[in-house]
Nanobody, 114 residues
Framework: QVQLVESGGGLVQPGGSLRLSCAAS????????MTWYRQAPGKQRDLVAG???????TYADSVKGRFTISRDSAKNTVYLQMNSLKPEDTAVYYC????????WGQGTQVTVSS
């Protein structure tokens, strides 16, 4: 069974930066695709970014140019560097993997406010 543990959330002022981490345990191989989702209050959970084991990335249009996803495949850890944060980025951020088992992390709160 895979477990995902996120860290790095917090309160930041508009224009600031945060770096989220998600460490996966319980997998004996490199997880092929790792993603970040976010869910704001009263809204659906949306994909923010994803990265394959080869380093191919995908981003939501709303975060392109501001967020960067990266990974350490040897550690099955994925990162989300968030720059130029806006109040509308406020949400709970979740790590998610489909393989080897569909698994969500517990989430980490990101609040962008002055």
């Amino acid at each position: 069974q895979v477990q995902l543990v996120e860290s790095g959330g917090g309160l930041v002022q508009p224009g600031g930066s945060l770096r989220l981490s998600c460490a996966a345990s319980g997998s004996s191989f490199s997880i092929p695709f790792m993603t970040w989702y976010r869910q704001a209050p009263g809204k659906q959970r949306d994909l923010v970014a994803g990265i394959s084991s080869s380093g191919t990335t995908t981003y939501a249009d709303s975060v392109k140019g501001r967020f960067t996803i990266s990974r350490d495949s040897a550690k099955n850890t994925v990162y989300l560097q968030m720059n130029s944060l806006k109040p509308e980025d406020t949400a709970v951020y979740y790590c998610y993997v489909l393989t080897p088992f569909p698994t969500w992390g517990q989430g980490t709160q990101v609040t962008v406010s002055s």
